[in-house]
């Protein structure tokens, strides 16, 4: 088992729709939790962080912990077709230890 | 402030060579990460360094080493290229270490030949 899964996609939405991508990770004693985007031939830019359980908003983005469940979503409303790339979810278990990243999913927003 | 920089940002290298690159981290950070990046693998932890001493390492074969220096700029090298070594090379800085946000410079796309 991955330490931190995503589907790969594509995951196609329509311009204004709401695109939710998902991550689920494997150890329970994980603390941080990261979203980062990816443009093609671009470096990863870090666009949220989560490290308590609910919701964090951050303008048209909405990171979702729980713990419990051991997944991280990542909302974006009114989707625009320059929100399309690769989102990168990261995990960390606390106490200085390395960030794992999962594989990414790949977002196409179709106008 | 200025970002992370890396250079040189392309380096074409042939079988058997060593090869070094840079990172200059966000001024005040003192926690250097470096990740390879392939299609395949996706994004791989090499090793972080924080204040000179290497904190973190990954699974990489000896080959691949770095160092920190005391104004927090950090090189890595890779020793005895293999084919499979191309990849983007990525380094990220942070002001507190591996838990918390990391900001990733644009990278040095290595190419083996």
């Known amino acids: 088992q991955k330490e931190v899964e995503q589907n790969s996609g594509p995951l196609s939405v329509p311009e204004g729709a709401i695109a939710s991508l998902n991550c689920t990770y494997s150890?329970?004693?994980?603390?941080?939790f990261f979203w980062y985007r990816q443009y093609s031939g671009k470096s990863p830019e870090l666009i949220m962080s989560?490290?308590?359980?609910g919701d964090k908003e951050d303008g048209r983005f909405t990171a979702q912990l729980n713990k419990a469940s051991q997944y991280v979503s990542l909302l974006i409303r009114d989707s625009q077709p320059s929100d399309s790339a690769t989102y990168l979810c990261?995990?960390?278990?606390?106490?200085?230890?390395?960030?794992?990243f999962g594989t990414g999913t790949k977002l196409q927003v179709i106008p | 402030k200025a970002g992370v920089t890396q250079t040189p940002r392309y380096l074409i290298k042939t079988r058997g060579q060593q090869v070094t690159l840079s990172c200059s981290p966000i001024?005040?950070?003192?926690?250097v990460s470096w990740y390879q990046q392939t299609p395949g693998q996706g994004l791989q932890f090499l090793f972080e360094y924080f204040s000179e001493t290497q904190r973190n390492k990954g699974n990489f074969p000896g080959r691949f080493s770095g160092r920190q220096f005391s104004n927090s700029r950090s090189e890595m090298n890779v020793s005895t290229l293999e084919l499979g070594d191309s990849a983007l090379y990525l380094c990220?800085?942070?002001?507190?270490?591996?838990?918390?946000?990391?900001?990733f410079g644009p990278g040095t796309r290595l190419t083996v030949t």
């Open positions: 150890d329970r004693v994980s603390q941080s």
């Open positions: 001024s005040g950070h003192r926690s």
């Open positions: 989560i490290y308590s359980n």
């Open positions: 990261a995990v960390n278990k606390g106490g200085y230890q390395k960030v794992t």
């Open positions: 990220a800085s942070s002001d507190t270490g591996g838990a918390y946000e990391q900001y």
